[in-house]
C-alpha cells in the first residue's frame, strides 16, 4: 500500500506543474520540447534526468553547475518560464513546453552583457567562481521580482545561493548597482 501511494506522488518541486505534454518516445523515454535561451529543442529523454543533467550532458550548457545536486547549495540556478528554479531538483521533463534560460542565455543580443554580469565584474563579485552563474541568475530574478529594495531584503532572497568564498558583499553591492539598470532597461 505505501508503495503504491509513492508512485502516485507528485514529483515536482512546489511551484512546478508536472509535464503536460510530453510524449512517449518508445524505449521508456519520453520526447520533449523545450525552448532553451531563446532556440527551441525537442530531446529524447529519460523520464528521471534532471534540467540540470540535461542542460549540462545534453546540450553542452555547462554554465549551471553541479554543487551540492539537492537542491541546497544554488549553483544549479536557471530560469523556468522566468521563475528561478534548482534545476538540480526539477526533472526534464517538467519544462516540456517551457522556456528555459541559463546564464548563456542572458547577455544582450549585440553580445553585451546583461547589466548584472557586468556589476559582478565591476565589484568583484566573485571569487573562484563556481557559484557566479547561479549567483547571478538568482539575482536577476529577484530583481525582475521586486526583491531588491534593501540590503536585508537582497540578503533573504539570496540566501539559498551559497558561496564558499564568502564574496557577499560583492555580490549584494552588484546587486544594487545593476537592480537600477535593469529597471531602466
Known sequence: MIGAALAAAPLAPPGIAAPARAQDAGDGRL??????N???????LDPRASLLDTLREGLALTGAKKGCD???????TVHLDGRRVASCLTLAV?????AVTTIEGVAREDDELH?????FIDHDALQCGYCTPGQIMAAIALVREGRAGS???IREYM?????RCGAYAG???AIQDAAPKMRGA
Not at 520526447?31 to 532553451?36: F, G
Not at 531563446?38 to 529524447?44: F, I, K, M, V
Not at 547589466?115 to 556589476?119: I, L, S, V, Y
Not at 540566501?159 to 558561496?163: A, D, F, P, R, V
Request: charged share 15%.
Open 38 to 44: 531563446g532556440e527551441a529543442r525537442q530531446l529524447s
Open 70 to 76: 539537492h537542491g541546497q547549495c544554488g549553483a544549479c
Open 171 to 173: 555580490i549584494l553591492a
Open 151 to 153: 540590503a536585508e531584503e
Open 94 to 98: 517538467q519544462a516540456d513546453g517551457r
Open 115 to 119: 547589466p548584472m554580469q557586468q556589476a
Open 159 to 163: 540566501s539559498g545561493n551559497l558561496c
Open 31 to 36: 520526447r520533449v520540447n523545450l525552448t532553451v
